[in-house]
């Protein structure tokens, strides 16, 4: 079946410490793939877009990788601030549903000052 | 969420009584799309529209309805609400479809008893 796996288990980091979130997928080949931000009673905001071409896209703090033999992307928060705790979402395009997102059920970061 | 809202933000119905829940934009962007949101579960796409009565239906569109009869407005309905359907409802708008990022209104949290 076809999945996109986010650590279902929040993860605590120090503050001022790198954060690394994981977005895996089976069966899928994504020509995209985005991140969002969502923070609680709101919606999710979208943060990165990277492309199947794509290795690594930054921004700002922000870096997100994309290993399509893999399957798999990596999202990083480096000097990680309490104010970046929230639940980071990880979402894919699929041929097979007219290129519609198809979206993990989100990782919760939580960062300790 | 600068430009696209939802109403309400909060309902609670009987199991049985129709329902329906309204997006509205000010983007003027071409794409719209419900989901719900459930605990343990990615975002889940109900109904999308690409244009002016131009709607198609997502992965879990049973027991729901939309309509687009202008640019700015989307409109979902639950026909007949059942307690499955609680759940947390988005809209979102893009601009360009999965190449863009998406964004999102604030959500409407409803409760079918």
Known sequence: ?113 | DAGITQSPRHKVTETGTPVTLRCHQTENHRYMYWYRQDPGHGLRLIHYSYGVKDTDKGEVSDGYSVSRSKTEDFLLTLESATSSQTSVYFCAISESGAEYGYTFGSGTRLTVV
């Open chain 1, 1 to 113: 079946s076809q999945k996109i796996e986010q650590n279902s288990e929040a993860l605590n980091i120090q503050e001022g410490k790198t954060a690394t979130l994981t977005c895996n997928y089976t069966n899928y080949s994504p020509a995209y793939l985005q991140w969002y931000r969502q923070d609680p009673g709101r919606g999710p905001v979208f943060l990165l877009l990277i492309r199947e071409n794509e290795k690594e896209k930054r921004k700002e703090r922000l870096k997100v990788t994309f290993d399509t033999t893999l399957k798999q992307s990596l999202f990083h928060i480096t000097a990680s601030q309490p104010a970046d705790s929230a639940t980071y979402l990880c979402a894919l395009d699929h041929v097979d549903s007219n290129y519609q997102l198809i979206w993990g059920a989100g990782t919760k970061l939580i960062i300790k000052p």
